[in-house]
């Protein structure tokens, strides 16, 4: 069983930088593949970012070049470098943890039918 709880989130003007960080619970964190998903009011849950265990990393095109994930498998983190932000990044952001890698079944770490268990999110509202 992985737990995860999402830290960071706030109210930021657009072209600010936000951090959100994910803790997570368990001794096999640095297997797992990490991912953040985000949702805005009225819309479904979206892919933003994922991470292996190997680090290699993989964006929304409408983050790329903007957002950075990484993680620390010492401390059980992933985090989530926000710059330039807009007001469409607007959203809960949620973090993800799946125990495959690139398939499962169908799905790739781009759905949330992915991942096995999942945060609480945390808010980030960007204003204009």
């Known amino acids: 069983q992985v737990q995860l709880v999402e830290a960071g989130g706030g109210l930021v003007q657009a072209g600010d930088s936000l951090t959100l960080s994910c803790a997570a619970s368990g001794r096999t964190f640095s297997s797992y593949t990490m991912g953040w998903f985000r949702q805005a009011p009225g819309k479904e849950r979206e892919f933003v970012s994922r991470i292996l265990s190997g680090d290699s990393t993989y964006y929304a095109s409408s983050v790329k070049g903007r957002f950075t994930i990484s993680r620390d498998n010492a401390k059980n983190t992933v985090d989530l470098q926000m710059n330039s932000l807009k007001p469409e990044d607007t959203a809960v952001y949620y973090c993800?943890?799946?125990?495959?890698?690139?398939?499962?079944?169908?799905?790739?770490?781009?759905?949330?039918?992915?991942?096995?268990?999942w945060g609480k999110g945390t808010q980030v509202t960007v204003s204009s």
């Open positions: 993800a943890a799946s125990q495959y890698t690139y398939y499962r079944g169908l799905y790739t770490a781009t759905d949330t039918q992915f991942y096995d268990y």
